[in-house]
């Protein structure tokens, strides 16, 4: 089993698919992980994207065999639509529906073969499970379906191919409907895929730039040009809408670091070291805040924290919104009796509880709940060691919030649990806006997981020839997948552009990021709500 593609529609915009039709759009309200997810929703019409992933170089499509996809129902159909169907490109066209019925059941069909089920989904709440395992080694074969691990549909098929595209939404006929889709992996395999999330990690810093340049041709940093969720949509290239190389001397890298595995929430945050101090609950530092990643309900975070002199309130931490790169409000707060720390320190847990969605800053706020005191006050303490990007502090006094130094607040996040990372895949936007010349180059994970040097090769200048702007005409291309990778949670996984021909310039990419395909742990007693099977 070999995962081919990863889609949790975390671009947050319809141009990670080669098309969209009707009422669709990617949004944000309701999402089973990450931060986007896909909703149909018509009024007597039809509504659904079509997408064929492009492997590097935008000619060859991705093929699969098997995948899975999450439903979650918020108004039935006014009449029995088919919401996925699976193509080809061999010219024998649809070659699996999945139906919707008005009463919540679902349908299989393969030409006029079909599976009706006896499970009936309903406008709950929650997501649902639907994963196809289609054999393509020979005539005769089976297609499945399952439906949340409950039950299982099948259809005698004679299609020996792979697949190749999908189209998702309410797609025909026309109907009424609401529906909303997240988390679609694909597999090259015949195979069952299991529950987990899809995100996607961004770039937070250059670690080198070649003679790759920002916009037209400016100097600053890279990173934040292919950083566009989505692309900037400008007509003209700036220094935030792309980057681009036209130097004609040979092979030129620029690398960039991505969010850490664990900073984007995808296992626990521990940082124990406590060698250093920070004094609040005075007049001259009245609270301190500490930034974090994190995805998923947090219950408890744990910080070293000691008195100086004899405190009588207590100390609060909450966890709060970012708002202009400052805490920005409280969503989840704890408080523990100061007369309970010592004077020299201790590792104090609060029980917070929030749920937290992962690529969002939040801020971690300590402060007294008493009057200022500068004599008896609380003592944050902190490791020494190198400070990253992640790593922004800040001090409340005389009515505002202002930088402080550099610091690593000692703390420990208690939640979730580590995860299993099942895949990891590259993904990038080209939008072209000048049309003159051969643009060709790789991509490629390059640490945390290694993937194999120009194993991703893009020549988007024969791909897509004259383009406009990047409004109306940038493409999504994905990497090669690895599956079942070695990473290291704390350690921020790098992704490498080669411009490749010497004789030509660089293709301009306007966003480049990294999917992550991930289960994480779930606690006995969680419900099937994420699609999760109980204490698995």
């Not at 490109?89 to 089920?117: A, C, E, F, P, V």
């Not at 001397?249 to 690398?255: M, R």
Request: glycine letters at 12%.
């Amino acid at each position: 089993m070999s995962r081919s593609y990863i889609c949790g529609f975390e671009l947050g915009h319809l141009g990670e698919y080669n098309s969209s039709t009707g009422t669709v759009s990617v949004q944000s309200s309701v999402k089973r992980s990450g931060t986007y997810a896909l909703l149909a929703n018509p009024t007597e019409s039809t509504g659904y994207v079509e997408f064929m992933p492009l492997q590097p170089g935008g000619v060859q499509p991705v093929t699969f065999s098997s995948y899975r996809i999450y439903i979650r129902i918020a108004t039935l159909p006014s009449a029995n639509v088919v919401i996925v169907a699976n193509m080809a490109d061999d010219g024998i066209g649809y070659m699996g529906y999945i139906w919707l019925n008005t009463t919540g059941t679902l349908k299989l069909q393969y030409l006029d073969l079909t599976d009706t089920s006896s499970l009936a989904l309903s406008v709950d709440g929650q997501w649902h499970t639907l994963r196809v395992r289609h054999n393509p080694s020979g005539l005769y074969n089976t297609t499945y379906l399952d439906i949340d691990d409950t039950e299982t549909l099948s259809v005698a098929q004679s299609f020996t191919g792979d697949l190749n595209r999908f189209r998702l939404g309410c797609i025909s006929p026309s109907c009424t409907a609401s529906i909303y889709f997240d988390d679609l992996v694909a597999d090259n395999g015949y195979a069952s895929i299991g529950a987990s999330n899809d995100i996607l990690l961004l770039p937070i810093s250059d670690s080198s730039r070649g003679t790759w340049t920002a916009g037209a041709g400016g100097t600053t940093s890279l990173f934040e040009a292919l950083n566009n969720i989505p692309p900037a949509g400008l007509a003209t290239p700036t220094n935030t809408s792309q980057i681009t190389n036209v130097d004609k001397t040979g092979n030129q890298d620029a690398v960039f670091n991505y969010l850490p595995y664990d900073a984007a929430g995808l296992g626990e945050i521990e940082r124990t070291g406590y060698t250093s101090s920070k004094i609040f609950g005075t007049a001259t530092v009245e609270k301190v805040a500490q930034t974090f990643y994190y995805t998923g309900t947090l219950t408890s975070i744990e910080v070293y924290v000691s008195t100086d002199g004899t405190v009588t309130d207590s100390v609060r931490l909450s966890i709060q919104s970012d708002s202009g790169g400052s805490p920005g409000g409280s969503l989840a707060y704890a408080d523990v009796l100061g007369s309970t720390l010592s004077g020299t320190g201790s590792w104090i847990s609060f029980a917070v509880n929030y749920a937290c969605v992962g690529n969002t800053k939040y801020w971690l706020v300590m402060e007294r709940t008493g009057s200022l005191d500068s004599t008896n006050r609380y003592v944050w303490h902190q490791e020494t060691g190198t400070v990253s990007i992640l790593d922004v502090n800040k001090d409340y006094y005389s009515g505002a919030w202002n930088p402080d130094s550099d610091r690593i607040y000692a703390l420990k996040t208690h939640g979730t649990g580590t995860p299993t990372i099942n895949a990891v895949q590259a993904i990038w936007s080209d939008g072209e806006q000048v049309a003159t010349g051969t643009k060709a180059g790789d991509g490629w994970i390059s640490a945390n997981p290694t993937q194999s040097a120009g194993s991703g090769t893009f020549d988007y200048g024969d791909d897509l020839g004259a383009l406009g702007d990047y409004a109306s005409n940038w493409r999504t291309h994905v990497g090669p997948v690895t599956s079942s990778p070695t990473v290291t949670l704390g350690t921020s996984p790098t992704f490498t552009i080669r411009k490749t021909t010497a004789t030509s310039r660089a293709t301009d990419l306007c966003f480049a990021g990294i999917y992550v395909d991930y289960t994480p742990y779930v606690p006995s007693g969680v419900a099937r709500s994420y699609g999760y099977i109980q204490g698995g």
